[in-house]
């Protein structure tokens, strides 16, 4: 068996089998497969797709490619993931807000994918906070104080660790079965026997249709329970951001706000609805309503920020930044968005032409109708808080804070949204880009 011929076969539409599919993995995981080969394969799949038995095959080489871990000491532990998604700060705020009611939270997140962001990269924002802790430290953590969020260890799904950088460098992200292994090798890996996925749809999310987000469900779902994980889906829009900021550093701040009761409506419906089945799969109560009324009871008496700060502090990071976000270090420019329209209707009064010298912006006034996620992701990528190559660092301080969203009025001078960079002509740029990305009618 060879590298070329099963990236032929899967190139020519064929089934790859089970030790084909092993083979890939097992030799990638050990580098004796090149990044360009495994571009080509994950190229070839991300076109010509697998088949449920593929899939299934594909997600259990990626867990076994490390450690399994075994939280079984600890009872019943409840995981959640997102498909992915802009200003998605969902597992900041949800999270702790579990942990405080008595579930223990042991979750392994990822960094930024493509134009989405990554919870790993926003809770490296966290001066101190460390992400990559040994595996006996991450059950300890558990055990001690029932909640821990950390990267992909070395040696959990380091399969899946490798494909998802790769993935994230040649566009080949928006792939069911790529997806649906790369989720679920690392829920599977990480140890937790209950699963709450948010699969998002919309234009931030890598499913665009509700009907795609559905078939990924259905597909991770069926590989949770096949791997003896309860498993359970939530599909959630993503049409527009989640919430109203998007970057690493902001994102926090939001989160913070969020676990102190300030927490925008969007952010707080999927919040919510995933805890609320989190809660029941741990046995907390079957009644999704009452569940979330405990949730909000939590954030009301600060019990969920008190959990928040209790994780940061065990895991390294500097509480005071939690407690004063104020601490944090801003972009050096943050630039107000004022929607206009460039006109050039004003004749010369000599020469009766239009001339450049003559060209107006005329202020909008309005109700904004699109503001479309993937667009505002891409925004955030160019000013530095994502990544275009594997290797490239995150700007934690960049990104977009929007004052106004899809349904909001404006009037004419209104500041829709602000930059914030650490380079004055990128952040220029993005004003002009953020103001074509709004549509108003
Ligand atoms: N999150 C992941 O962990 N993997 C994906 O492929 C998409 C979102």
Redesign the pocket.
Known sequence: MNIQEIIAKKRDKQELSKDEINFFITQYTNNNIADYQASALIMAIYLNGMSKEETVNLTTAMANSGDILDLSEIGPVVDK????GVGDKVTLILAPIIASLGVPVAKM??RG?GY?G?TIDKLESIPGYKINISEEEFIQNVKKIGISLIGQTKNLAPA?KKI?AL?DATST?E?IP??????MS?KIAAGANKIVLDVTYGSGA?MKTKEKAKELADEMIEIGNLAGRETVAVITPMEEPLGRNVGNTLEVIEAVEALKGNIAEDVKNVVLELGSNMLKLAGKGDNLEENKCKMMENIANGKALEKFKELVANQGGDVSYIENTNKFERAKYILPVILSKVANNVKNQETGIKTNENITEDLIDGTVKELKAEEVGKLSVFLGGGRIKKEDKIDSSVGIVLNKKIGDKIEKGDIVAYIHSNDEEKGKEAVQRLKEIYVIE
């Open positions: 993931h997102s498909t992915g997140s990822g994918l989405t990554g899946d998802y993935r992200t792939s790529l997806i649906a292994s790369s989720i690392k890598f």
